[in-house]
């Protein structure tokens, strides 16, 4: 089964070094990676079409395997912000138990995933101000990735669903550590997975990130 991928990313930062190197250097990367399953990473050319179509990352399962589209990413940091952004999923998924074919539940998880990945990278790291302009500025950031992304796949229901788990979301830390007050993050939904495939909204920026995703009788896929 295909457990996830992530968008065609814009220009890239420059740079070199494999998955297997990300996955030793990266705090973020080796904190979700290790918090409690290991997540194999490796690189390949993806395909046009199926679940790889379009895709610059994407997970399998079983084992819970992560798959580098090395034709679809420029450099260590998109490399690095899509293995992020996947490994989020792959820790609500699979350590959390989260239904990611349900609406609000895949709501919170692209809101976790694109405050520690798009968001985190290209608003946190270069934005300048005031820290209330910059937490704002971040906010706005995670609700549209989150927006968009939920909304490829839930067309109708995306904003009302993002807007139903956004603060809740967004102050649960895990595996990361809880450096703000947060609330208890809601009770997990086991899914069963033996008949699914999933791919998740990944990391093409809107307004400096969004992703867009299908569905098709394999799964999901984003493109």
Request: charge should be neutral; hydrophobic fraction near 35%; proline fraction near 4%.
């Amino acid at each position: 089964q295909a457990l996830g991928g992530s968008a065609n990313a814009t220009a890239g930062n420059g740079g070199g070094g494999s998955s297997e190197a990300l996955l030793a250097t990266s705090p973020a990367a080796a904190t979700v990676a290790f918090g409690g399953e290991v997540i194999t990473a490796s690189c390949r050319i993806c395909k046009e079409t199926g679940v790889e179509g379009g895709a610059r990352a994407f997970l399998e399962t079983p084992p819970t395997a992560l798959v580098l589209c090395a034709n679809r990413l420029r450099g260590a940091r998109e490399v690095e912000e899509a293995l992020v952004h996947e490994l989020v999923h792959a820790y609500d998924f699979c350590i959390k138990g989260r239904d990611l074919f349900d609406c609000k539940q895949l709501a919170y998880s692209e809101v976790r995933a694109a405050r520690e990945a798009e968001c985190y990278y290209r608003n946190v790291l270069g934005s300048y101000g005031p820290t209330w302009f910059k937490e704002k500025m971040t906010e706005n950031c995670i609700e549209k990735n989150a927006v968009n992304a939920t909304k490829s796949i839930f067309p109708d229901q995306a904003s009302s669903c993002v807007a139903a788990v956004f603060h809740e979301a967004i102050r649960d830390l895990e595996p990361f550590g809880k450096t703000k007050t947060i609330t208890e993050a809601p009770s997990s939904t086991n899914a069963s997975t033996s008949s699914k495939s999933l791919s998740l909204g990944g990391a093409k920026p809107v307004a400096s990130s969004s992703s867009r995703s299908s569905r098709s009788h394999q799964g999901w896929k984003t493109r």
